[in-house]
Each structure stands twice: as C-alpha cells, then as structure tokens.
C-alpha cells in the first residue's frame, strides 16, 4: 500500500506504513522478498501481525473504527477473512460486510497475501477469496499508483504467486467474482453462511447502502491517513489519469506472454470451480 496525500507531504500514519526495510532495499529486491514472503503463512503472519499491531495501536485505536485498507492479519480472534489481490474490490468487501452486521465482526483483511489465506483455511476461519479478471486488476492496480516503482511483470508475478498457492484450497473457501461483489454482495455473504453455518447479516446492494459505504471508505482514509489523492481511494474514480491504453499494450506484450497466460490459467481453473 502506498497511498500518497494530495500536497505531495506524506502524513505521520501514511510515513509509518513504509517501515525501513522497503525504504532501505532496492525495488526490484524488496518487490521479489515480498512476493515470496507472502506466500508463507509461517514467514508472513508473525512479522506482519507485529507490524500492524504496532500501527494499529497508534493510529487506529478503536476496534470498530472504519479505517479500510490497512492490514489486518489473522489472529485468534480472526471471526472472517475477507482477501484478494490489490483491486478486487478489497474495501468495499471489508466496509460493505462490516456495514451489515448488527455488531463488531473481527476481519483479517487487506494483507494481499495467500498466505492469509492458507492459515484461515487451516484453522477453518469462514474466508472470502476475491477475484477479478487479470488485466483488468493488474491495469486498475498500477493506474491507482499504489506502488509507483512497481514494473507490469512485477504485478504479473505477484498476482500470480497470490492466487497460484490457494488453488490447491479452492473448495475451503468462497470464491468471490468481482462483479458479483459490487453488485449482489449478499449472495457471496450467502455462500458464506451456508458453507460455515455462520449467520452473518447479508449486504444489501440499495443505493442509500452504498453511498454509505463509499462515504465511510472516504472518512476511513481521511482518519487514518489523511486527505489522499482521488486516483488511489478505493471505490470508482473519475480522476485516474495514467494512460490505460499504453498500459493494455504492455500487458499483452510478447514479453509478458508466459506470465498472462499462467495468470488467465489460475483465474480460469478458479472461476470454473464456482458451485
């Protein structure tokens, strides 16, 4: 995550998030030490549950606070996960489940890590796995500026090593289509109950519901980070002004052609095994 504040000044909380290994590493080296860290629960979950903690404790003290991208790690208090790869409709997953509930819910959400993912499965925590169409996340990830060093084959990569771990663990978790997110989120949350015999309360996709909900993403990012720029906030922007058309063009390059066509293959064998 890297969410950058409008007048190029970071914030105490945004500066916090990029502790001194990342900082300290060249890209190219800290990009390949992430990927392969988070696909280890062993490796990923101590350092990251540490990491946020430490994070959360000053700049996020409430439980109940709507703050919505950063990191929260499984934990034994873990009650859902709610996990993908960057632009699948990560916050609006997170905000829009926790808007349903009657009562504080405890969500592992937005580490991007399949790591995440493996440990809820094994400890049978009820997740969400979210999904979207390769290029389109990839492009919608690099537009955001999220990680501005970040390369197009990096992205491949990491997509890739997200969902390529948690293929073999398809059938303990609910799939969750993107679109099918944002627009009858209820069902997936449906899914959720009939596969664990939760009883969490359904999101109802009416538009008072999801004014709300973008409204709360916008309060969230304002707290915790302060004001941010609109091509990073997660929920629909018009003001997103990297050339997308250049992008496309990378993607389907020669060059990356292995990569996508080994990203289409986990999406394809993930999307087929949707009951």
């Keep these: 995550m890297s969410l950058r504040v409008i007048n190029g000044a970071s914030t105490e909380a945004y500066r916090a998030t990029q502790y001194f290994v990342r900082r300290a590493t060249p890209p190219s080296l800290?990009?390949?030490?992430?990927?392969?860290?988070?696909?280890?629960?062993?490796?990923?979950?101590?350092?990251?549950?540490?990491?946020?903690?430490?994070?959360?404790?000053?700049?996020?003290?409430?439980?109940?606070?709507?703050?919505?991208?950063?990191?929260?790690?499984?934990?034994?208090?873990?009650?859902?996960?709610?996990?993908?790869?960057?632009?699948?409709?990560?916050?609006?997953?997170?905000?829009?489940?926790?808007?349903a509930q009657d009562e504080y819910i405890n969500i592992g959400h937005h580490t991007h890590a399949a790591a995440q993912v493996i440990a809820a499965v094994r400890r049978r925590v009820p997740t969400i796995v979210l999904i979207r169409d390769p290029e389109e996340a990839i492009i919608s990830y690099i537009v955001g500026e999220f990680d501005p060093k970040i390369t197009m084959r990096q992205v491949l990569q990491d997509y890739i090593a997200f969902y390529k771990p948690i293929l073999p663990h398809r059938n303990e978790f609910v799939l969750a289509p993107f679109r099918k997110v944002v627009t009858s989120y209820g069902e997936i949350i449906g899914k959720v109950n009939n596969k664990y015999g939760t009883c969490f309360n359904e999101f109802k996709h009416t538009e008072k519901n999801i004014k709300q909900c973008f409204d709360l993403i916008d309060q969230g990012f304002e707290k915790s980070f302060g004001s941010i720029k609109e091509n990073v906030i997660s929920r629909p922007s018009d003001s997103r002004h990297i050339d997308r058309n250049l992008l496309e063009k990378e993607f389907r390059s020669d060059k990356l052609s292995r990569l996508r066509d080994e990203a289409y293959n986990l999406y394809n064998t993930l999307m087929q095994s949707i009951n």
């Design 30 to 99: 800290y990009y390949k030490l992430r990927t392969f860290c988070r696909q280890y629960p062993s490796l990923f979950l101590p350092f990251s549950s540490w990491r946020w903690r430490r994070w959360r404790r000053k700049y996020v003290p409430e439980n109940t606070h709507y703050e919505p991208a950063a990191p929260f790690p499984l934990s034994k208090n873990t009650e859902i996960v709610i996990e993908g790869f960057p632009r699948t409709a990560n916050t609006f997953a997170h905000i829009a489940f926790k808007l």
